[in-house]
């Protein structure tokens, strides 16, 4: 153990707490947010997400920070995000398509294994030209990729008919 660890440890008063209330804390900061994905013609980066509830950027960064303080914490909190948050994408149904299901597949495609796997909650909305919700579903994400695989194969399979 390196010796900035083991100052962590000793002068840290959150590393000095049992894991158990340090858990508690993480629920805390983690549980319940809602990133949502969609296009906005007034963004300057296409597919940047912002919490539905708070639109502040700076809460974002406040909640990430809490990872990037030392090793231990990175290892405890690092896949809290995606165990604990929904990760909603809001599609748009135009011309036989979907615009915005880029966003959906740029970020599961940045994801590792471990954090794909630990998304428990990916909702992905399905909106008409008329600004209306035609649907809504939320599921983990490995259930999410088998859904789309079969519905892929379904076409495949319907295409060689």
Known sequence: MCYSSISNAVNSPLLRLPAELR???FHYVYADKTYVFREDVEAKA????RRE???SPSDLKREACVSFVCRQLNAETSLLPYKLGVFSFNVVAKNGGYAGLWMLEDFLGERTDQQFDAIAQLTIEQWSDEC???WARTMPAAKWLAT???IANRADQMDSW
């Open 23 to 25: 858990n508690i804390i």
């Open 46 to 49: 296409v597919g940047s997400y």
């Open 53 to 55: 509830d708070d639109e």
């Open 132 to 134: 209306r919700k035609d």
């Open 148 to 150: 789309m695989e079969e």
